[in-house]
């Protein structure tokens, strides 16, 4: 045997390298991978830049004009149809200041990977300015139940990446995987399965979201609040230590199956956009309840 292993070192030592070479390789991936979603989260978004007004390209045949709709309207980075689907000006790109490219990003992926909660979601709510508000029995202005889509994402960009430490705790920040990692081990784990997995953890939030809002029946006042306790939720999944984005898709099943989450409240993200009528990107400052 040991004549055998001696023969042998050049091969055993030949494959112990390739393999450190291999998970190196796929280590340095995942670190500028994740490099990347930092960097996007603070790259605003340029019209002269041709990725960026391709995704917005994208958003729009996804949610705007999508294949089989009654009637094909032609792309415009400027148009009040952007305001049906929850942007608050005619100009979209206005509302990324927030979280950056990277909420365009999360968006379109949402909106071509997961199409049929997309239009779920799109059926059953309104844009959200006066004419949306209505009147109550008094006679004066009632907040409407609906909820901007395209707003409401980029305010999940924004927790989802403080979620998950892909901030650093500030947009400003050199982005650390070894910080990332250390604060925030199980989505750490996660990432390992798919480059996509941060994309794939803001879907699950945001259905978590639209399933909160549905439940509680809450309205554009309750913003913060709803936004506070969908971040728990995203906590709670996270510490089962799925290890696959398909584990956290089971997660969020059985969870809604079960109805099993705790109550709202929690503590509010930072930079929650306003979401009053024709508001800008505001943040509000409004903090959630305590756990």
């Not at 989450?261 to 503590?267: H, I, T």
């Amino acid at each position: 045997v040991v004549s055998t292993l001696i023969l042998r070192r050049g091969a055993v030592f030949a494959e112990v390298a390739a393999d450190a070479a291999e998970w190196r390789a796929a280590l340095d991936g995942r670190i500028a991978a994740l490099g990347a979603l930092h960097a996007r989260l603070g790259e605003a978004y340029d019209q002269r830049e041709p990725d960026h007004v391709g995704l917005l390209r994208t958003l729009w045949e996804a949610i705007v004009s999508p294949p089989g709709a009654p009637v094909q309207r032609p792309f415009a980075s400027v148009s009040p149809l952007w305001m049906d689907r929850g942007f608050q000006r005619e100009d979209p790109t206005t509302d990324f200041r927030g979280g950056g490219v990277l909420a365009l990003e999360n968006l379109v992926y949402f909106a071509t990977h997961h199409g049929d909660k997309v239009r779920q979601i799109l059926a059953t709510t309104a844009r959200d300015d006066e004419g949306a508000r209505g009147v109550g029995d008094d006679g004066r202005p009632v907040a409407p139940k609906c909820y901007p889509f395209a707003i409401v994402g980029v305010n999940l960009t924004r927790m989802c990446a403080e979620l998950v430490h892909l901030t650093g705790g500030a947009q400003a920040v050199q982005f650390s995987a070894a910080a990332l990692a250390a604060a925030c081990p199980s989505f750490w784990r996660l990432s390992a399965s798919s480059r996509d997995a941060f994309h794939e953890l803001y879907c699950v939030a945001f259905l978590l979201l639209d399933r909160r809002w549905r439940t509680t029946g809450a309205s554009i006042t309750d913003f913060a609040d709803v936004l506070a306790a969908t971040r728990l939720e995203v906590e709670s999944l996270l510490a089962t230590n799925p290890t696959t984005t398909e584990a956290l898709w089971r997660a969020w099943i059985e969870r809604s199956a079960s109805a099993a989450f705790g109550g709202a409240g929690g503590s509010g993200g930072s930079g929650v956009t306003t979401l009053g009528a024709g508001g800008g990107n505001a943040a509000s400052g409004r903090k959630g309840r305590g756990r």
